[in-house]
């Protein structure tokens, strides 16, 4: 029998998205004039904003909202008007110029970067925002990798220009350092700070004004430059779009054959340079750079036609499961949101064929029909019930129950079907297949499913107990934490095999409080949390080995397992994917003969072991696991074989001198000068690595460092303190660092003091 490898699946598996000009017919109209984008950023830099004003310019809304105000349309949770940030993404649906454009506007904390994880896994292109102040700062870089690993086509819009301090240069060269991006700047600024009123366009050579603020930035002048009256202003953008035309005669072969061909840089045009940057900007191979002042309402249209310009249509964006599907309706999952009113909205990005209000959705994941109670067109938090959805679209739906984050969806089981034998034909066609027993489990045809790769989470690095207030609340209690915990893949809950006691883990302390907001405003469930506790990793520093016989008998039936596993330490390698086999000259014969399924069950005794370490039952990381011997007699029992291996790898990790890691965080201070010594002060006392100070010419510093995490709880009320308000910071997981004994000891400590 011939079955399908587990390489093939892998392959399959990871996400694949290219871009590619389609023949014209086979685009729809409506199709290739929809865009999906996103708008990502650091926290403060202006995202919400600049997604109000858009919707005001495109009439969807009728005011301009301001963020501290708590007014803004996409910015519509208690916990987020009242704190003044984006705490989970949402979605709005606008038109401009004849197209529609369907936005996600995604947090900048890096609390909630599970948010920017799961749009950006969905969307055909970004808008990253920039303060002109701060340039690239520590979340822009989260995201923009994020972006990196789903091949998401962005521009970069510098915000704030009107800022104190606002340095559009700084900003690029920021870019190119931090972000290693070719930055292709299209506008350049007219002023800075209170000084801004506008830009110029180097790809039409306009020059485009906001005089006066009265009609809310709506109306604006734009005219040619002229070489007379405009002489300085004229020359330097020249010289600029000269500079743009090189760029992307280096980066597009096109414009490269333009010029070499003769035409001199003034006769290119201006459609041509647009076609240019579109084909640039779809390979990734540059970005366009655009700028303005959201808040004082300059330079957010020429933002909007920059997304209908240069970002790909869903018509561009091809998949390579796609072809398995053809023209049926096949849609991801990527985020589920618990409303009120209509209980779970499951959210969709459409990627073929048509959905109707009527029909039913076949899971291909959990391999469940259910059927579509209502399909939801959504803005922000108002919901409009339609009939029909098609491709390229992003739309909810209700009544599914038991569907996830990260699920495929088609019609029917009968598409699912025919769209596996095509991928099995196509694998067994490359060859890519091998010779095993017909008992293989892990091997099964069955198992490769043509699914669309679903989002990566993040692991916790905060956990703390959770119980209800009183017993009255026990069964709400726990609905609320379903429900929080379906809507949010980075929140984890679990009961604690020991105490019995709820824990509860997130990404960082805001995460966790606003998990306990939430049960309280939404649930009307008021909840006890324990102390903060560190989300550590556990290792190992020397080899360790260990052997195991396990013997079981049921009824008449006996079963014996017999196994020999070591573990060595690896660097920075993570978790293990699985056992490695070792074949030596003496057993070779025998550790030929293991069957899959039983290395399977060997896996997953290896995952149940890592999952809990001997210190403190954090996973083990960073170490690799041998399976030396391996022999069954009698009746042999899959679950006897998955307990030998956990309890075999379990104390093969005990000889192996196991330690604690702890989290290392990468941590960005923006700050005023006069602070830097007080700060760079504190931060030595937390036993941080200074990376960097850099100190700008409008007198303020940025300062970067790696610190424990165990050392940053309770910063943010310390930072204030210490800079009398002034400052702000961002941190994240960089990488997991050995302890000291006296740390761990410490550590263990506080652990195991937690209830």
């Given amino acids: 029998m011939r079955t399908i490898c587990k390489r093939c699946l892998m ?81 709005v649906s606008f038109p401009w110029n004849d197209h529609k454009i369907n936005l996600i506007d995604t947090p900048g904390h890096v609390d909630f970067t599970v948010e920017v994880e799961r749009a950006l896994r969905v969307l055909d292109g970004a808008i990253t925002v920039l303060d002109a102040s701060a340039g690239v700062e520590a979340q822009t870089m989260t995201v923009w990798r994020q972006a990196n690993r789903y091949n998401v086509p962005r521009i970069a819009y510098i915000n704030k220009m009107d800022k104190p301090g606002a340095d559009f240069q700084m900003t690029l060269a920021s870019i190119e350092d931090k972000l290693k991006a070719i930055p292709l700047v299209i506008q350049r600024p007219i002023g800075s700070g209170r000084l801004f009123e506008g830009v110029v366009d180097l790809v039409t050579m306009n020059k485009i004004t906001w005089l006066s603020n009265d009609n809310y930035g709506v109306d604006f002048l734009k005219k040619p430059l002229d070489k007379e009256k405009d002489e300085n202003m004229w020359q330097d953008a020249k010289n600029h779009r000269i500079q743009l035309i090189d760029k992307l005669a280096e980066l597009d072969s096109e414009m490269e054959s333009q010029i070499l061909s003769g035409v001199t840089y003034s006769d290119v045009k201006a459609c041509d340079i647009l076609k240019a940057l579109h084909r640039v900007t779809l390979t990734l191979k540059g970005l366009p750079i655009l700028c303005g002042s959201s808040f004082k309402n300059k330079g957010v249209q020429l933002l909007m036609d920059a997304i209908i310009d240069y970002l790909p249509s869903p018509a561009y964006v091809t998949h390579r499961f796609m072809k398995y599907y053809e023209d049926e309706f096949c849609a991801l999952v990527f985020k589920i949101l618990h409303d009120q009113h209509r209980g779970a909205l499951t ?26 109670g209502r399909l939801i067109q959504v803005f922000a938090d108002e919901h409009k019930d339609i009939q029909q959805a098609g491709q390229g679209d992003i739309v909810a739906i209700s009544g599914l ?18 769209a596996h034998k095509k991928y099995l034909k196509k694998c067994l066609q490359e060859n890519d297949y091998e010779a095993d027993n017909a008992d293989n489990e892990e091997g099964s045809p069955k198992l490769l499913k043509p699914v669309l790769a679903g989002i990566d989470v993040p692991e916790p690095v905060f956990f703390c107990s959770i119980e209800a207030q009183s017993l009255a609340q026990v069964k709400q209690f726990d609905h609320a934490l379903a429900c929080l915990q379906r809507e949010d893949p980075s929140l984890k809950v679990k009961v604690d095999s020991d105490t019995g006691q709820t824990v509860l883990a997130g990404m960082g302390e805001l995460h966790l409080e606003i998990i306990q907001d939430r049960m309280k405003k939404e649930y009307k469930v008021d909840s006890l949390l324990g102390p903060l506790q560190i989300a550590y990793r556990e290792t190992i520093t020397q080899e360790g080995q260990h052997d195991v016989t396990l013997e079981q008998t049921i009824g008449d039936v006996r079963s014996l397992v017999t196994m020999a596993m070591s573990v060595h330490p690896v660097t920075k390698s993570g978790t293990p994917k699985g056992v490695l086999v070792i074949k030596t000259p003496s ?41 030396h011997h391996f022999e069954t007699k009698y009746r042999w029992s899959l679950p006897l074989i998955s307990a030998a291996a956990s309890q075999c790898v379990n104390q093969a990790i005990q000889k192996a001198c196991p330690v604690l890691l702890q989290p290392m965080m990468y941590l960005e201070i923006n700050t005023d000068e006069n602070y830097q010594h007080i700060i760079l002060g504190d931060l030595s006392q937390r036993k941080s690595q200074i990376l960097d100070v850099h100190t700008r010419n409008d007198g303020t510093s940025t300062i970067q460092a790696l610190t424990p995490l165990s050392e940053m709880m309770g ?21 997991y660092e050995k302890m000291t004994s006296m740390e761990q000891r410490n550590a263990i400590d506080r652990a195991t003091g937690l209830f």
């Fill in 587 to 627: 057993n070779r014969e025998a550790m030929e003969k293991i069957r899959k399924q039983h290395l399977t069950a060997i896996n997953n005794g290896l995952s149940m072991a890592l999952s809990q370490g001997p210190l403190l039952n954090f996973s083990v990381i960073d170490l690799e696991v041998q399976l």
């Fill in 401 to 418: 129950k038991q569907t996830s984050t990260g699920d495929t969806l088609v019609l029917s089981a009968k598409i699912a079907n025919k």
């Fill in 11 to 91: 392959k399959f598996l990871t996400f694949s998205r290219m871009y590619s000009v389609p023949g014209s017919s086979k685009i729809s109209k409506s199709v290739s004039k929809i865009r999906n984008i996103g708008i990502m950023a650091h926290i403060d830099a202006g995202k919400t904003t600049t997604t109000d004003r858009m919707l005001f310019y495109a009439g969807r809304s009728n005011h301009l909202g301001n963020v501290d105000r708590g007014d803004t349309v996409t910015d519509y949770m208690e916990q987020e008007r009242n704190r003044g940030i984006t705490i989970t993404s949402a979605a």
């Fill in 347 to 372: 959210f969709l990005r459409i990627y073929s064929g048509y959905l109707k209000a009527t029909d039913s959705l076949y899971n291909v994941n959990k391999e469940v029909t259910e059927k579509v």
């Fill in 715 to 735: 910063y943010s009320t310390a930072l204030r303190t210490i800079s009398s308000g002034t400052a702000t910071f961002a941190m994240e997981v960089t990488a």
